[in-house]
Each structure stands twice: as structure tokens, then as C-alpha cells.
């Protein structure tokens, strides 16, 4: 699972080779944010920044920013927009121009990455406004990497999302030019650091930094700057968020955002109980923004955006209700890129609490199962379970064609528990968990296996 959890930014470019000025950068930069993001490039004990970011916001989009924020806080949208959109992109997107309009959604063919890969171009719009056109490279973290045409105000979109997000959670994130509102920290050998404002924020500071001791001027440095900002919010993936947790830092922020990898309940409640702050999960893609949240051990509830969820099963047709398949998007919020049944490679369950649709035993990538010593299959949502109470950051579990399972394990563990649990469901086959050092990695796959018929097809 990927979740857009950064600052979004619409240009990223090394500092070396700036081509941009803060006024482009940065169309709507007051004097106010002006100070605060010559304060955060200039302060002693700042990160080697080795990139400079701006989220180019034009006042008008500002402003339907502010309105989208309004709108999710009224909850689930009426799905009178999803035939309106089929229509619109079978009329100008040329990946569809031409063919038959459908008269129901299930008649759209589904896509995937693979498509954005080889024809990246054949999904935009002919009409689209070129004008603001960002290529942003996905990570590929389901495989090969896509390229993602998008626009300064997607970019944005998180933001207003956050805010809604974490108004559920009773946290205000208020911004300011005055404050850092937000530290999106990773924890890897190379990562990209920057020093930012929002626009949308009134000018508050934004800060992506990498936690790798190798990315500051001294070891003293990481704490005296995050402790001098003492941002409202930190956002990271489970690696970076532990590693931020084992820091000596006196200040705490209002909440704490994790994504890109599936937060384990055992690790969501340390990182609760020392930051003394709502932990929430997030699960999203670059494609499509964020999708779903939880805050606890339950559900991912769906966010109220113009974002149809459907679960399909491998040959596309849509599951029965209560049956596992893969999470399908429907969006058409990103004008360069309207998607329709876009397969995530990720899988659960759609269901509704509380009045509000929501995926159950959410997991990424392809589901794998794991054969037993007796010869029954497990899959790898079972081991979820029992893993993700001990604690853990990150993990990769495989099973050889031997039937042999290895476990690398990142950060503290205990390898004999991790062990333990493996083996509580599949028995006596033979299991090894080994501590790993997995930051290189930024979303690490948890489950893959080489045994036959491990793969569900």
C-alpha cells in the first residue's frame, strides 16, 4: 500500500539546478511565509537539504482547495458523477475515444499500472490544460513504476483531506506563518530534503527530512531541529515513524499520519503512547490520492471524495458481497489523469460501518498464502494478525519452495517471538526471523513466496 503522506509538492528539482524563484515557486508567498521559509533554510541545525520544493498555487485554486475541504465534511457524495465522468473520458481521453459508450460502469474495462507505464500519454485528456502539467514517478512499489500526470491542486489535495481526516480524530491543524505545520519524516540512506511553505496553510512551514544519520551536519542536530520546529504534525511511513519514536525529542506534535506501508496495531500504540497524540492510518496512491483511514485496530473507513471503490476478482468481475478481492478506483478528481476501475493490486473486503463504507482486512499487493506443515494453506492476512501485535516497523516473510519460511524483521524485535507467531499457524515447518536493517527499502513487501500455487490467482 502507498499513501500520499508527503507535503505535496508540485516540482522537485536539485538545489544545484534550481530553475524556479520563490516567487514561481510560490505564487501566493506573503512577506510572513516568506521569513518562515528563510528561517527554516537558514536555522543551524537544519538537515543537508539537497532539494527545493513549492506547492505553485494560484489563489483561485487556493480557494477550491478551501471549498473541497467543506464538501468532505459533508460526507459521502451522491454517485451521480460516475456515469457524467464515463462519458467525458470515453469522449476525450484517447485510450477510449472511439469505442462504444458504455451504459453502466462494469462494462469500462478495468487498467493498472502497466498501462500508465506503457501509455502514459493515451490517458490524458485531449482537452486538458497543459499549462500546470506535472510528471510525477511513482515508487513502484507494485511493480514497475508509473509515470502520473497531475496538477498543482491535486498535489494539494491531501491537505484539505488531512485536515478532514484528522477533525475526526478532534485534531485542528490550524497553520499560520508563524508555526511548522508539518514534518514528513523518512528514515533511509538517500532521501530527498527540503524546507517549504503552503499556500494553502496561510504560510505555515513545511519539512520533508530523512531521519539517516548521514542526511545531518552532527548526531545532535536531528533533535535540536524537530524539537525548534515542534510541528503540529509528523506524517512518515512505519519505518520512519519508529525510528522517530526512539528519539529523545521533548516536544510532541497534535497527531501523527502513517502511510505508504501498513501500520501494525502493536507499533500503532507505542508510537501513541509516546507522542501522547491520535495515531491514524492512512491508504492511498499517488494515482488516485488518499482513499481510506483508520484510527485504531478497526476498519479503513472510505473518504467522502468523488472516489468510487469496487473489489473485483482476478478476471474483473465484481465479488459478492463480503468477498475478498482487489480495491478498483473510479476517480476523476485529477483533471491529466480521470481514472476509471483502476486496479490498485491491493485487496480486502468492502463493507460498511457505522453507516460508512469502509475496507476490511485491508492488505497490499498480490495476496500470498503460505502452505502449513499439515498442507493446508494460510494466507497472508492470518500472519498479519498475528504479527502485527508484537510491535514490528516493517517485515518481509517468505516461503521458499522447500517450504521453509525467513522473516527479516526491521528494527527491535524479538526474533524468537517473531518465530513463535509465524509458527502458531503454520506449524512445524521450518522458520527463521533475522533483524534487518529494511530502511533502504521504502515500502518494503511484506509477504513472498516461491512455493507452487502460493499465489492467488
Not at 536539485?14 to 524556479?20: F, G, I
Not at 543537508?48 to 487556493?62: E, I, K, P, S
Not at 467543506?70 to 469505442?99: E, F, H, I, N
Not at 473489489?311 to 473510479?330: A, D, F, K, Y
Request: glycine share 8%; aromatic share 6%; net charge negative.
Amino acid at each position: 500500500m502507498t499513501a500520499h503522506v508527503d507535503y505535496p509538492v508540485a516540482d522537485y528539482e536539485p538545489m544545484a539546478a534550481t530553475a524556479l524563484t520563490d516567487d514561481e515557486r510560490w505564487p501566493l508567498l506573503t512577506p510572513a511565509a516568506a521569513k518562515m521559509l528563510s528561517d527554516l533554510r537558514d536555522h543551524p541545525a537544519a538537515p543537508l537539504y539537497n532539494h527545493a520544493c513549492g506547492d505553485r498555487l494560484t489563489a483561485a485554486a487556493r480557494d477550491r482547495l478551501v471549498s473541497y475541504r467543506t464538501r468532505l465534511d459533508r460526507g459521502v457524495p451522491a454517485p451521480d458523477w460516475v456515469m457524467p465522468l464515463v462519458a467525458r473520458v470515453y469522449g476525450t481521453v484517447p485510450r477510449y475515444r472511439g469505442r462504444p459508450a458504455p451504459t453502466s460502469l462494469t462494462e469500462v474495462p478495468t487498467t493498472d499500472r502497466h498501462d500508465l507505464l506503457s501509455h502514459a500519454e493515451a490517458h490524458v485528456p485531449d482537452d486538458a490544460d497543459l499549462s500546470e502539467l506535472i510528471v510525477y514517478r511513482t515508487s513502484g512499489s507494485r511493480g514497475p513504476a508509473a509515470t502520473v500526470p497531475m496538477t498543482p491542486e491535486f498535489c494539494a489535495l491531501d491537505l484539505p483531506v488531512m485536515q478532514h481526516v484528522l477533525a475526526r480524530s478532534g485534531v485542528r491543524l490550524e497553520g499560520g506563518p508563524s508555526r511548522v505545520s508539518l514534518v514528513n519524516v523518512y528514515d533511509q540512506p538517500v532521501a530527498y530534503q527540503f524546507a517549504s511553505v503552503s499556500s494553502y496553510l496561510d504560510g505555515a512551514g513545511v519539512l520533508k527530512v530523512n531521519l539517516h544519520e548521514s542526511a545531518w551536519r552532527s548526531e545532535t542536530d536531528r533533535v535540536s531541529f524537530l524539537d525548534s520546529c515542534d510541528p503540529e504534525l509528523y506524517t512518515g511511513n512505519p519505518i520512519s515513524l519508529a525510528s522517530l519514536a526512539s528519539l529523545p525529542l521533548t516536544t510532541t506534535p497534535k497527531a501523527v499520519l502513517s502511510g505508504a506501508m501498513a501500520l501494525g496495531e502493536g507499533l500503532r500504540k507505542r508510537l501513541a503512547a509516546r507522542f501522547d497524540c491520535p495515531v491514524v492510518d492512512l491508504y492511498g496512491l499517488t494515482e488516485a490520492g488518499l482513499i481510506a483511514w483508520r484510527e485504531g485496530n478497526g476498519p479503513h473507513r472510505l473518504l467522502p471524495r468523488r472516489l468510487h471503490v469496487e473489489i473485483l476478482t482476478p478476471s474483473g468481475t465484481p465479488c459478492p458481497p463480503g468477498e475478498r478481492g482487489e480495491v478498483t478506483v473510479t476517480c476523476g478528481e485529477n483533471p491529466l489523469l480521470p481514472l476509471l476501475r483502476y486496479r490498485t493490486g491491493d485487496h480486502a473486503t468492502l463493507s460498511e460501518v457505522d453507516g460508512v463504507p469502509a475496507l476490511l482486512n485491508l492488505e497490499g499487493r498480490d495476496p500470498v498464502r503460505y502452505r502449513a506443515a499439515d498442507g493446508s494453506w494460510v494466507n497472508s492476512i492470518e500472519l498479519t494478525h498475528v504479527l502485527s501485535p508484537l510491535g514490528l516497523a516493517a517485515w518481509q516473510l517468505h516461503q521458499d519452495e522447500t517450504g521453509a519460511v525467513t522473516v527479516q524483521v526491521h528494527g527491535e524485535a524479538d526474533p524468537a517471538a517473531v518465530e513463535s507467531a509465524v509458527g502458531s499457524l503454520l506449524g512445524a515447518v521450518p522458520v527463521k526471523a533475522t533483524p534487518t536493517d529494511l530502511a533502504g527499502d521504502a515500502k518494503p513487501q511484506r509477504y513472498s513466496s516461491t512455493l507452487a500455487g502460493a499465489l492467488l490467482a
